[in-house]
């Protein structure tokens, strides 16, 4: 339904004067007059004749591009704000104090241009031939590390849900950056997984926990190399799991040691074998 101009002329001399609904209760300042008026006179947009004798007269200046330097001193300035946790608990206050005295149609356009920034954001997503030079790139890696000193991790505390942990292997099974199959330099014959599980049923048995029993009350709860007691041990064989299956469950050939010095062996983690596959310089 349209109203005519009379009636349009009735309503405007009945509300002037008063505030608007979303204002509630503020008063109407000469700032808001100039926007009324401007809106009225749909005079926003200054025109280019305008803009070139403000220029002439020296009103609009022209900001010269920022230096390398100016950028670095600006980038420093910001490291050193926002790295302060006491400066981010009052940022976080004040924006909770706005965020409660603004108006329910206020918070509503502040949304939308919100959802409209992040929409724009995830438009402009990098090619996966960029994202792997940048990666590659020293300087990029430097820059990047550097950029994340002295702040907390995000996801300090957190778990992620099963749903989003099938989701990122199989984003990494897709990703080129994985090296699986011979590529890989830990690859040997491809049957890690039956290796695996036959280790790991083995351990389960009671000859082998008898045998770390046996280790663990020989050696009286102690590391062997640093002598700490009370910490988190481990048995660790002396000649190697792989290569001597005969000597797996003798208590000669097992010895007690914390998980440090377990780390420091020659037999952990498969080190001999990586070893044979690094090049030696004659």
């Not at 403000?54 to 591009?65: L, V, W």
């Not at 600006?74 to 009052?90: A, D, G, P, V, Y």
């Not at 778990?159 to 011979?182: C, E, Q």
Request: hydrophobic share 25%; glycine share 4%.
């Amino acid at each position: 339904m349209k109203c005519s101009e009379e009636t349009k002329r009735k309503i405007s001399l009945a509300q002037k004067g008063k505030p608007r609904p979303w204002q509630h209760g503020r008063k109407i300042t000469w700032a808001d007059k100039i926007v009324a008026t401007r809106r009225k006179n749909n005079s926003y947009l200054i025109s280019e004749e305008t803009r070139a004798k403000m220029r002439a007269s020296g009103r609009i200046r022209k900001m010269p591009p920022m230096t390398d330097e100016h950028k670095k001193k600006l980038r420093e300035s910001n490291k050193k704000t926002w790295s302060s946790i006491e400066l981010r608990k009052r940022h976080g206050v004040i924006v909770k104090e706005v965020w409660s005295k603004m108006s329910p149609v206020a918070k509503s356009r502040w949304l939308k241009r919100v959802a409209k920034a992040s929409r724009c954001l995830k438009k402009r997503k990098l090619s996966r031939e960029t994202m792997l030079k940048l990666r590659r790139d020293p300087e990029w890696i430097r820059k990047s590390n550097e950029g994340k000193k002295g702040r907390p991790c995000w996801f300090k505390g957190k778990h992620h849900t099963i749903k989003t942990r099938i989701k990122i292997s199989l984003v990494k099974k897709k990703s080129p950056l994985t090296k699986r199959g011979p590529d890989n330099p830990a690859w040997i014959d491809g049957k890690g997984y039956e290796r695996r599980d036959e280790r790991t049923t083995f351990q389960q048995t009671l000859e082998y926990r008898l045998f770390r029993e046996g280790v663990f009350r020989r050696d009286d709860w102690t590391c062997q190399l640093c002598k700490k007691k009370g910490c988190q041990l481990c048995v660790d064989h002396i000649k190697s799991y792989k290569s001597h299956p005969d000597l797996r469950t003798n208590v000669e050939n097992g010895r007690t040691l914390c998980t440090e010095c377990h780390r420091k062996t020659p037999n952990y983690g498969r080190k001999e074998e990586y070893a044979k596959t690094i090049p030696t310089s004659n």
